[in-house]
């Protein structure tokens, strides 16, 4: 089939390349004149593990092209996928369509041909419907079918989610545009990944009900952890035990410094006020936000409470800067409150981020950024473990004793064991596990 994606951001860029890698015909349309010269170059704007190599061999095998001009892609397209950003708006926190609507009616005036038109973007509830009236007001004898088809890829799993996911949620109102999406997602399909039809508004809520659920797990079992450090008892132990029930599962009960990125904190935003709008206010999803950012801020208190609570004159040492492991993205990242608050306390700031620092760079100042994690533990008073990168969880410990000024490790992520830390010489504290707590022989 050919397919035109609309915008080039984390999820055009990885469903189209993945589309491409399925067999299909894909042209990714981006206004950014330099960002598509530089993906016709194989340059990737984006970090994801694996990416580069997949739209290389699919642009060399002739399946995947980028352009600027949208008109002629949409053409002779079957299917064109609005895959353009939704920020949260300024001052209010709905999403921001504009991207979405310019998006749409640009589109419209190119249509030839039945075309399913397909909302990917993070849209909130009714803008499919909006999508289709803008296209018909701008070309009242297209003919066209809108959908939505939510995406639920992770960052630094991009491509493996895309390629494997727990399910596929489409929304349609008539059948020419079911047949195209099975179509589309066929090789899925044939791997039994299960594909759900519903309507276009349950597919739009869908996708919001899944991030605001999955931001919830995280900072139920992070209000779980401030408990059990007070109480003694070991938050791992807990999401474990609680998870190991099926009606709970084990995923995202991970503790930490709270949750960030491109997608919860903006999508719980938008969430709220779509609630608001329609009178049925989601109070759960309201306190996650507001727990969650107080949470952040907390972090620096955590690192202040190992030094009596001031850091007047104190080195801290940061490993990692990026929401997660395997992205570049410092968007709503903890370490952005923590820097700021550590600084407030009189820290002074070293930090090492092993795919993060240049963005890093336009969002904080007065940061010290290192080589590697043994440069940025030398003369440090704190190591503080922000994000779990791979290359951090074997730390050389000896080593990093004698780099730093005074031997004391936060973890915020519960990489390591407590006893291990310990007994290398270290004062150690982590999220939800009290030093003194025993454990289960
Ligand atoms: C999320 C959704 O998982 C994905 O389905 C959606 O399409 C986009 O938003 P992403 O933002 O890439 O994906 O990252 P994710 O792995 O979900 O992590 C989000 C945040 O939650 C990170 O800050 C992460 O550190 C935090 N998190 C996640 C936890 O603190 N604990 C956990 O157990 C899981």
């Known amino acids: 089939m ?50 580069d190599r997949l739209v290389e061999s699919n642009a060399r095998a002739g399946r995947l092209a980028f352009t600027t001009d949208l008109a002629e892609p949409v ?79 992770r960052e630094g799993a991009a491509i493996r989610d895309f ?12 059948p020419r545009a079911k047949k195209a999406l099975t179509e589309i997602y066929r090789p899925l399909y044939l791997n039994q990944a299960p594909i759900m039809f519903t309507g276009r508004r349950t597919a739009e809520l869908i996708k919001y009900a899944a991030n605001a659920f999955l931001a919830t797990k995280i900072t139920f079992i992070n209000e779980i952890a401030d408990l059990a450090e007070k109480v003694g008892a070991d938050v791992q132990e807990i999401a474990r035990g609680i998870g190991l029930d099926n009606r709970i599962g084990t995923k995202f009960l991970h503790a930490g410094p709270g949750f960030g990125g491109s997608c919860f904190p903006k999508d719980t935003r938008a969430l709220i006020k779509t ?104 003369g440090a008073d704190a190591l503080v473990i922000v994000t779990e990168w791979e290359q951090f969880r074997a730390l050389d410990l000896p080593r990093l004793k004698r780099e730093m000024a005074c031997p004391v490790i936060v973890d915020l992520r519960n990489v390591y064991r407590s006893e291990e830390v310990i007994a290398e010489g270290f004062r150690y504290e982590s999220i939800g596990r009290s030093s003194q707590n025993g454990h289960g022989i």
């Not at 620096?300 to 395997?326: C, D, E, Q």
């Open 2 to 51: 050919h397919i035109t994606m609309v915008g080039t951001g984390y999820v055009g860029l990885v469903s189209g390349a993945c589309f491409a890698d399925f067999g299909h015909q894909v042209t990714c349309v981006d206004k950014n004149v330099d960002k598509i010269a530089a993906l016709r170059r194989g340059e990737i704007p984006i970090y994801e593990p694996d990416l």
């Open 75 to 153: 053409a002779k397209s079957d299917a064109v996928f609005i895959a353009v950003g939704t920020p949260s708006r300024r001052g209010d926190g709905h999403a921001d369509l504009s991207y979405v609507y310019a998006a749409a009616r640009e589109i419209a005036t190119s249509l030839q041909g039945f075309t399913v038109v397909i909302t990917k973007s993070t849209v909130p509830v009714g803008t499919g419907d909006e999508v289709e009236r803008l296209i018909r007001e701008a070309n009242p004898s297209a003919d066209v079918a809108v959908a939505s088809n939510p995406e639920f890829l």
């Open 163 to 174: 390629k494997h996911p727990d399910r596929i949620v489409v929304g349609v109102n008539e």
């Open 275 to 378: 609630a608001q709008d329609f009178e049925a206010p989601v109070r759960v999803v309201e306190a996650v936000i507001a727990v969650n950012e107080t949470r952040k801020r907390a972090m620096a208190r955590k690192v202040a409470a190992a030094f009596g609570g001031s850091l007047r004159g104190k080195t801290i040492a940061l490993l990692g800067l990026t929401f997660k492991p395997n992205t570049d993205d410092m968007r709503e990242a903890p370490a952005i409150p923590l820097v700021t608050a550590l600084q407030d306390l009189g820290a002074s700031v070293k930090a090492y981020d092993p795919a993060g620092m240049e963005q890093a760079r336009g969002e904080l100042s007065d940061v010290t950024y290192c080589d590697g994690p043994y440069a940025c533990a030398e």
